[in-house]
């Protein structure tokens, strides 16, 4: 389950899923990405704070999201990482492009 | 050494059935408690990524079961995978992390990098594969 909060700005969205991000759910955080990018939300922020596990079909739903983020002209960023998350992103070397932020409000900010 | 207790599962190779995977570790952890935190996480992974590959890859053209036996030894953590899909053309040499923009082709490369062991074998109408990692010295 994805939860989607617009309330932060009208160019932003927040995705929040919800448990565990596999094959099972990747279709969803691609579309909800797509929506929102679609409604000129072009700066999205996945809170990962719900998030306890994620395998290589969820980062490939996120890495897509980043890029439809980059092409409408804004950007993809994520937050709150479990310690699974983080093992993921590091052991794909995917940090290096996808810079973890400790926070929805540090990701929004840029810090 | 004695054996500990093989949990099993089995069920269609459908996305929905990860759930069932997931569930089943849950178990054995609950009744394996000594198991080490980074040990099961990096276990699961190995084993899940295992699980979509074969849902994605061996299920097709028709609909298939699989079969997963985990194991908890002292000193490692067996999963057993077998089903009846076609055979699946594994090259492990080549599993290697893609570019950073590519949306697929990390699982294997995911496996490789949390496993000790990681074997696949077809014996001619079924495919088995075997996932192994070491138990960190607690």
């Known amino acids: ?111 | 050494m004695a054996t500990e207790t093989r949990h099993c599962v089995s069920g269609p190779a459908v996305p929905a059935s990860l759930d069932l995977v997931h569930t089943l570790l849950e178990a054995v952890w609950s009744e394996h408690p000594d198991v080490l935190p980074d040990d099961r996480m990096r276990f699961e992974l190995g084993v899940t990524e295992i699980a979509g590959n074969i849902i994605e890859h061996a299920a097709a053209p028709g609909p298939i079961d699989f079969r997963l036996a985990v194991e908890v030894f002292a000193d490692r953590l067996e999963a057993r995978f077998r089903d009846a899909g076609r055979r699946v053309d594994v090259d492990f040499d080549e599993a290697t992390m893609p570019d950073a923009m590519s949306e697929s082709g990390r699982g294997l490369a995911l496996v490789l990098a949390v496993v000790d062991e990681l074997s696949y074998r077809h014996d001619g109408s079924d495919n088995h594969w075997l996932v192994v990692r070491r138990r960190s010295p607690g």
């Open chain 1, 1 to 111: 389950m994805i939860e989607l909060d617009t309330s932060q700005a009208h160019d932003v969205a927040v995705l929040r899923p919800q448990g565990r991000l596999t094959m099972v759910h990747a279709g969803d955080l691609r579309a909800a990405v797509d929506q929102a990018v679609g409604d000129g939300r072009t700066h999205v922020v996945i809170d990962l704070g719900d998030c306890e596990f994620m395998d290589s079909s969820g980062l490939g739903a996120v890495v897509g999201g980043l890029k439809q983020a980059r092409q409408a002209g804004g950007d993809l960023r994520i937050a709150a990482l479990q310690p699974q998350v983080m093992t993921v992103l590091q052991l794909t070397n995917l940090d290096r492009v996808l810079r973890p932020y400790g926070s929805v409000p540090e990701a929004l900010r840029g810090d």
